[in-house]
RNA sequence: GUACCCGUAGCUCAGUGGAUAGAGCGUUGGUUUGCGGAACCAAAGAUCGGAGGUUCGAGUCCUCUCGGGUACACCA
């Protein structure tokens, strides 16, 4: 309008409309600098006369929502609302959206496929695995919240040394040749997630003392990469390796539930093998001529995905940049199966030519009341029955991978590959949701035995050194603190149930509330601690507003649904709270687009603040004598629970009415 | 060697190229009668690792540099 009038030439869609919350509360509400459109490519005059016509023009509108226009330098248009009719409109909103206020649709008829968790079936989950399930599961649910038709998949890597390991550890507790801190038998109450990380640490050390043992791990690999091939006298190492793994994998899926984690479907890397997936991918990359066997270098006899720039050396010896798909033993490398099952996720193995095909199968309910699924190679004809449709699983539009940054180059490898294949389409739709990894602090590493005294400020874990905090010890850690009297002769003052919400809240908070390009060094006073930016404060704020709305139920306070009008002056914490309350649904959908998880946590803790400002700063909703103001204090308390509340699921928090 | 990540208050971290860089913890001092004090208020505490550059404007972008971490495996 302004650029009409004055007669200017200008292409108004190229001007870029930045408005934003003002950085003081002085300048107004939102202020929108337009300094750039000062330029001589754009309007050719100074920011200031242009803020000024701009205002000019605004002022004579007389819009209901706006009650001041104002100019600063150098540019500045700084916008003062008017509060009552915008909270207005804000408290309706919410009000009308409810438990939908931050859903969207853009990412309606798109489906993704989301895999995180992905531990090793051979030990127990550790706190590092701990940050690739919270940010996995609350990116899903932040995915959801747009609209996006969600998959959640837990890949189990079930044919590793790894796995092989512990079958190898049980052999020797069998022949009585393994010595195990505590004891070669599982101890009372240990779950055996447990009993086989100690043994698997065990077995390392004896392969550092017992070099002839490599051949038994050999055997034992070889026996459970091609199952069947064994020695009639020797037990049936494939098989027993299965068992493992599934009692394993339940028992990290009931360590995840305990943290309100869960999945749509397992998927086994052993299932991809036997099910010719991984062969057929091999003969379709080798077919296109992607792939090349050099008859001599380091690689000879090997498949090789020719790979940037050529063989480098360095002090530390040559290297090649080259990917090895296919060891010279004719087994495949993990990145190789990576590809493969990229491709399955987009729908690309479908073919019924192909003849790969999958059974799905339920795995069992979980606690959230929603089905698992696993898949599998083959099926007996009774299984068949309570198969699954394939369609119903991967075909995605969108894969989003969770793996720590460490994998990035195996990574742009497997999306780099599907390109190679013409898949350029898949490529751009994969994303691996790199993050960095957890690592002790010095206090931390000394409660675990490690000498600290050479002064390092972090200690990497390590599952196979034992060098690790265990997932479930830190979540009953944090439910013994919880319960722990805050005074020295007080009565515990929760139960049990509500200090495990508690201590889920503070767990899974602390796991997403950093950027995901920074490490964590876990500190457990910090991680645990029940104050301040804490998941635990949240409760206590969304509980004490749930407080309020009870007590107005019970003195038989009908709070109304619409306002007529709002109180002409609002207090300033009022004003805030509102204001951040609308901020709500563009704060989720932009932390959705960037699938930053640790966006929301800080929405929620700023909300959380906010309200606790009003709280403290405006006079008792239960006693208030002026009607309206009585009205829109009880609407804005539970425009505030309802929007905290969304955040706290979204962050995969269950929200409590009372602490 | 090459590439990527991190460096912001004593500590742990936020921070869309925009106005006076924000939190939590810790420190110091406050808040009883009023809806749950795991809260709130106030104070002290930062030449945003360093040097150049681009820009009307740089913690943010570019170059160089220093310190820390990671990757470049037929491991997983």
Redesign the pocket.
């Known amino acids: 309008m302004y650029i009409r009038e004055e007669g200017l030439e200008a292409d108004v869609a190229t001007l870029p409309f ?1 408005v ?5 509360a ?2 107004g509400d939102y ?1 929108m ?1 337009l ?2 459109w000062a ?1 001589k490519q754009r309007l050719g005059r100074p920011p200031m006369q242009i803020a000024e016509g701009v205002a000019e023009r605004l002022r004579t509108t007389h819009s209901a929502i706006i009650r001041e226009v104002s100019v ?1 330098r ?1 540019g ?1 248009l ?1 916008i003062t609302l008017d509060q009552p009719s915008v909270g207005q409109g804000i408290l309706a909103r919410v009000a009308a959206a409810g438990e939908g206020y931050g859903v969207a649709q853009a990412g309606a008829g798109v489906k993704v496929v989301i895999e995180h968790t992905a531990i ?1 079936s051979n030990k127990a989950a550790h706190v590092g695995h701990l940050r690739n399930s919270c940010v996995g599961d609350t990116a899903a649910r932040m995915l959801r919240t747009q609209g996006y038709q969600v998959e959640v998949q837990n890949y189990i ?1 079930d044919t ?3 796995v092989a390991d512990v079958v190898v550890a049980q052999e020797l507790i069998r022949r009585g040749e393994l010595e195990v801190e505590g004891g070669p038998e599982p101890l009372p109450g240990e779950s055996f997630d447990y009993y086989c990380s100690r043994i698997y640490v065990a077995v390392g050390k004896a392969y550092e003392r017992r070099p002839e043992l490599a051949e038994m791990r050999r055997a034992v690999l070889h026996s459970i990469e091609h199952g069947g091939a064994r020695e009639p006298d020797l037990p049936d190492y494939a098989q027993q390796a299965a068992g493992l793994s599934a009692a394993i994998v339940q028992a990290h899926l009931t360590t995840m539930s305990r943290l309100n984690i869960y999945y749509t479907l397992l998927t086994w890397e052993s299932a991809i093998v036997a099910a010719g997936l991984w062969r057929h991918t091999f003969e379709t990359l080798r077919d296109r001529g992607i792939l090349r066997k050099p008859e001599s270098g ?5 498949w090789i995905l020719p790979f940037g720039e050529g063989d ?1 050396s ?2 530390e010896g040559d ?3 080259d ?2 798909l296919v ?3 004719g087994t495949a ?3 190789g199966k990576d590809i493969a099952t990229q491709l399955w996720k987009f729908g690309i193995s479908d073919d019924p030519s192909i003849g790969v095909h999958f059974h799905f199968l339920p795995w069992g309910k979980q606690e959230n009341g929603e089905e698992l699924w696993t898949m599998r190679a083959t099926a007996t004809a009774d299984e068949a029955k309570r198969e699954a449709p394939a369609a119903d699983f991967g075909h995605a539009n969108r894969v989003v991978n969770v793996i720590d ?6 990574q742009q490898v497997v999306y780099e590959s599907l390109r190679r294949l013409g898949y350029v389409e898949q490529a751009e739709n994969s994303r691996h949701l790199a993050y ?1 990894v957890v690592a002790l602090s010095p206090a931390a590493a000394a409660s675990l035995g490690i000498d600290t005294s050479d002064g390092r ?1 972090s200690y ?1 874990m390590s599952g196979r050194k034992g060098i690790e905090i265990k997932a479930d010890d830190l979540i009953n850690l944090a439910i013994e603190r ?1 319960l722990a009297p ?1 005074e020295p002769d007080a009565a515990p ?2 139960s049990r149930a509500t200090a495990a919400t508690l201590a889920t809240s503070a767990i899974r908070y602390f796991m997403v ?3 995901l ?5 876990l500190d457990i006073d ?1 991680a645990l ?6 998941g ?2 949240l409760q ?1 704020a969304h ?2 507003a749930q ?2 709305l009870r ?1 107005l139920g019970e003195a038989g306070y009908q709070a109304p649904t619409k306002l007529p009008s709002l109180p002409a002056a609002l207090d300033q914490s009022e004003w805030d709270l509102l204001r951040h309350i609308d901020a709500w649904p563009r704060a989720l959908a ?1 932390a959705t687009d960037l699938l930053e998880p ?2 929301v946590a ?1 929405y929620a ?1 700023d909300l959380a ?1 906010r309200f ?2 009003f ?2 700063h ?6 208030e004598a002026d009607a309206s103001v009585k009205a829109f204090r009880a609407m804005l308390v539970r425009a505030t629970t309802q929007t905290l509340r969304n955040a706290l699921l979204t962050l995969g928090i269950e929200p409590l009415d ?2």
């Open positions: 930045d934003r919350p003002a950085a003081q002085s300048f202020g600098p300094m750039p330029g600063a150098p500045f700084n090793n890597d590793g040394v790894q380091p690689a000879k006899g090997a480098s360095s002090d290297h090649s940049s990917k090895i060891k010279s033993d490398t993990y990145t940054v460490r994998q990035s180059y195996p960095e400020s990497a919880l805050r003052s929760m509330r950093f950027d390009q920074q490490i964590i060094v910090q601690r029940p104050s301040g930016d804490s635990v404060y206590y509980a004490r407080s309020i007590r932009e640790h966006r800080a803790f603040t606790s400002d709280y403290d405006t006079s008792p909703v239960l006693r009372r602490l």
